[in-house]
């Protein structure tokens, strides 16, 4: 875009004519889980199961971005069986789980998909996911983000991590595709 610096009104408040431009030519949304799906807590149960919980706007998002052609996909450095039933209830396909190395999962998913870098944007919480960040053509943290991922990102979500974050997200990439109208009406 000639104007880098101009910014373009959503429901979210202004984005920046640049995040637009790369928004516009993502096939592929990576996302963390703790911190970015989930709002970070965990509860452990006296028998030591993990619960979480996730925020049903964050689902409606990601089923309105898979039906409207863009992937997702789960980089996770937990390993947990309540995140693997909510891909499945999302029809979510790529799911990586106990990934102390993001980067490693993020390269098997651009050679399966056959998908550039430019074509992918991420969303992160932590130092951790900031080598895949750097990388795509996309980087996006969460509101709550650690404060030193906050200022590599190109998108900081107005909403924290695990309150609908992810929903903006997928909004917005929706509509920088111009696909944001017609996935009204899904269903999770």
């Known amino acids: 875009m000639s104007n880098a610096g101009a910014s373009l009104p959503t429901c979210y408040g202004p984005v920046s004519a640049q995040v637009m431009s790369k928004a516009e030519k993502i ?17 452990m149960g006296n028998n030591g199961e993990e ?3 996730f925020n049903v ?4 998002g990601i089923r309105c971005a898979l039906t409207s052609g863009i992937e997702i996909a789960i980089i996770t450095g937990r390993k947990a069986k309540l995140v693997e039933d909510r891909c499945e209830t999302l029809k979510i396909k790529h799911l990586y789980q106990g990934q102390s190395d993001k980067l490693l999962a993020y390269r098997e998913l651009l050679t399966r998909l056959a998908l550039t870098p430019e074509q992918v944007a991420y ?9 895949v960040m750097a990388e795509i053509g996309l980087s996006i943290a969460v509101a709550d983000a650690h404060p030193l991922l906050l200022p590599r990102a190109d998108y900081v979500t107005r909403i924290n991590g695990g309150r609908g974050a992810v929903r903006e997200v ?10 944001l109208d017609e996935a009204k009406g899904q269903s999770i």
């Open 27 to 43: 096939r592929l949304l990576i996302l963390d889980v703790d911190g970015v799906l989930s709002d970070g807590l965990i509860y």
């Open 57 to 60: 706007r964050d689902g409606y």
């Open 170 to 179: 997928c909004d917005l990439l929706l509509l920088a595709q111009g696909k």
């Open 123 to 131: 969303v992160g919480d932590d130092l951790i996911d900031w080598p």
């Open 51 to 53: 619960l979480k919980a």
